[in-house]
């Protein structure tokens, strides 16, 4: 357990710039207050102790600001940005390494039964609003941009963008989101695209005006 806590406590100063000291991150930061409340409701959640942990479980989000169900299964070195409004819900999975920030739901649809919640593999970043609801499985070292709405599967090395979410592959390259700790710089295919039609756009009306002014000199 101790080891557990000294790696938990390490992770967040590799990934915070505003932590000074393990000692000020074990006191004063409500991610590791969440996990910590989450290890013992989850005992309790797989010993039948439901109503117990539940109970626990809500006096860590009345704390934290943070909401993780009982029966969620989180994996090691979890660091929680801020954390303010994240919801984890019951049948999530969560992977190591994994880095969320403040806003973020791992949900379900509503229409779901047994597992409807996402898997979340190893290495993950999901920025500060973004939405992932569904039985589906987020891929290791992939990346969930601020604000997107993820709805179906993420595969692996890969970054979700916009409402729904569309995937942007990163083929042959492995990238560590977590270590690069970047929120901002994600690529949008669909602006992309747009770009290049407008610079097409533009080319063919050059190609027209010169078309025409040849016309008139003749």
Not at 129 to 145: E, H, M, Q, T, Y
């Amino acid at each position: 357990m101790s080891n557990r806590l000294t790696e938990l406590l390490s992770a967040y100063q590799a990934r915070d710039p505003a932590a000074r000291s393990r000692l000020e991150i074990f006191l004063l930061y409500p991610g590791v207050h969440a996990v910590l409340f989450h290890r013992v409701s989850h005992w309790m959640w797989k010993h039948h102790l439901r109503f117990l942990a539940r109970l626990n479980s809500q006096l860590a989000r009345h704390i934290t600001g943070i909401e993780i169900h009982p029966g969620a299964v989180i994996g090691r070195r979890l660091v929680i940005d801020h954390g303010m409004g994240i919801v984890i819900g019951e049948t999530a999975e969560i992977g190591d390494d994994v880095l969320l920030y403040h806003g973020v739901t791992l949900g379900g649809t509503g229409k779901d039964q047994g597992k409807r919640h996402p898997t979340i593999g190893n290495h993950v970043m999901i920025a500060c609003g973004a939405k992932v609801l569904g039985p589906f499985r987020v891929g290791d070292n992939s990346r969930i941009a601020a604000n997107a709405v993820v709805l179906s599967e993420i595969p692996a090395n890969a970054t979700a963008v916009g409402v729904p979410a569309r995937v942007v592959r990163i083929a042959g390259e492995k990238t560590d989101f977590v270590e690069r700790v970047d929120q901002i710089s994600v690529t949008d295919p669909v602006q992309k695209e747009l770009q290049a039609l407008q610079s097409r756009l533009d080319f063919l009306e050059q190609e027209m005006e010169k078309h025409l002014a040849k016309e008139r000199v003749s």
